[in-house]
């Protein structure tokens, strides 16, 4: 880092945060009413859809998203989609939505794509408020081959070996030199790239644990009584942040050379 966190700027840093993720954190809270209160003849997994798509009309409309966000986060939750139905297939039986809903395709509700929205909303959000920079040699081609194949993996790794302990060195081979630099207020932080992954990683695992808990979906072992989530679901998640990263990043960029153009 060329600067430390003291008093204020760490306070300030924790407020960026939040707004950050806004919408992450509204969909919490969604969860925790729907869990709690009465919905009435509504279910559940159709409230939280219809409720997700409000709040990003209310966050547009207040201009606190763009409209560039907005797409960035309607990409996300077509991309969530897609592994969902995959994942929750009965053959793969990875986790599953046990509750009711019409608003579904297949046995996926529709909602389901904004958990993953909810992680593109968070990095497109602090891109622009902590106005990240990428140092280094960014390997913006490589880095979309790396997405694209740890995408596959989740798909293929249910029927050939999975090799995400070949993926995430690979991260770290790929990325190597590459910081990503942020602004609290004036002065410039640095952080590997990397670790921002792997720390996002553990604060959506936290954030799984607690949507498991409250019933956003199922995992087998949690069908009958709730346990927490695996450990093991953290190199997981590590490989979603990157495909995230990958996908705003490269946006980013070439929504730069757009205007240089």
């Known amino acids: 880092m060329r600067g430390r966190f003291y008093g204020t700027e760490f306070l300030i840093f924790g407020i960026k945060q939040a707004r950050a993720c806004v919408f992450a954190g509204l969909f919490f809270i969604l969860l ?10 509504l279910p559940r ?6 409720a997700s798509v409000a709040i990003q009309v209310v966050l547009y409309l207040a201009k606190i998203e763009t409209k560039d966000e ?8 077509v991309i969530g ?23 579904k395709i297949g046995t996926v509700p529709l909602y389901s794509g904004f958990m993953y929205a909810a992680v ?7 891109w622009r408020i902590m106005r990240l920079r990428l140092t280094g040699k960014v390997p913006y081609w490589p880095s979309a081959v790396l997405g694209i ?9 249910h029927f050939f070996p999975d090799i995400r302990w070949i993926l995430i060195p690979l991260v770290f081979i790929v990325f190597l ?20 992954f792997l720390l996002i990683a553990f604060f959506i695992w936290i954030a799984e644990n607690i949507s498991t808990y409250l019933g956003a979906w ?3 072992h949690q069908l009958t009584t709730w346990n927490m989530v695996s450990l093991h679901k953290i190199t997981s998640w590590f490989l979603l942040v990157i495909i995230s990263f990958i996908l705003v990043a490269n946006l980013k960029h070439f929504k730069v050379r757009e205007k240089k153009l």
């Open 120 to 126: 593109g909303s968070y990095l497109s959000q602090s």
């Open 70 to 77: 907005i797409k960035t986060i309607a990409l996300f939750h």
């Open 32 to 41: 925790f009413l729907s869990h709690q209160l009465p919905l009435g003849p």
């Open 218 to 220: 199922k995992y087998p």
């Open 149 to 157: 194949t740890i995408y596959l993996n989740f798909f293929t790794n």
């Open 177 to 196: 030199g590459v910081s990503v630099e942020f602004i609290v207020t004036k002065k410039i932080y640095r952080m590997p790239v990397s670790l921002s």
């Open 45 to 50: 997994y159709d409230f939280l859809f219809l």
């Open 81 to 103: 989609l897609m592994l969902e139905l995959y994942k929750t297939h009965p053959s793969i039986g990875s986790w599953s939505y046990p509750e009711a809903g019409f608003l």
